[in-house]
């Protein structure tokens, strides 16, 4: 009988020596996962939020549905795009756009009214 609980006491042992074994090799998942994984998508989502927050009156858009449209006016948070040659006009959610596919500067606009010889 006292043999049995030696027994019991010994191969709890040897678990808890294979748990301790098994932590770096766990600690190096996690590490991998959050730096291989999360980190990087977490980044990329805060460069969409900045682009969505920095969207201008005349930006040229592509929505996530595929819709290529040019913003006309901008609200808390909804966005009236025109598209097509009719000018249809849109109101469409900001978290519905993918990506600006042209940005008119100002910078741009400044230049194109300078002096022409």
């Known amino acids: 009988m006292y043999n049995l ?3 019991t006491a010994e191969g709890e042992a040897g678990l808890l020596g294979g748990l301790f074994g098994m932590l770096p090799m766990i600690l ?3 590490f991998f996962g959050y730096f291989m994984l999360i980190r990087p998508q ?3 989502e805060r460069a969409v ?3 969505r927050n920095s969207l201008r009156v005349g930006d040229e858009i592509a929505t996530t549905g595929g819709i290529l449209g040019k913003i006309i ?3 808390e948070d909804f966005i009236i795009i025109e598209t097509g040659n009719n000018k249809t006009k849109m109101k ?3 978290w ?3 990506s600006v596919e042209f940005r008119e500067d100002e910078d741009d ?3 194109d009214d300078g002096d022409e010889e």
């Open 42 to 44: 977490k980044k990329q």
């Open 5 to 7: 609980f030696l027994n």
């Open 73 to 75: 006016q901008i609200k």
């Open 109 to 111: 606009e400044e230049d």
């Open 92 to 94: 469409i959610a900001k």
């Open 96 to 98: 519905g756009v993918r």
């Open 28 to 30: 190096i998942f996690v």
């Open 49 to 51: 939020n900045e682009m």
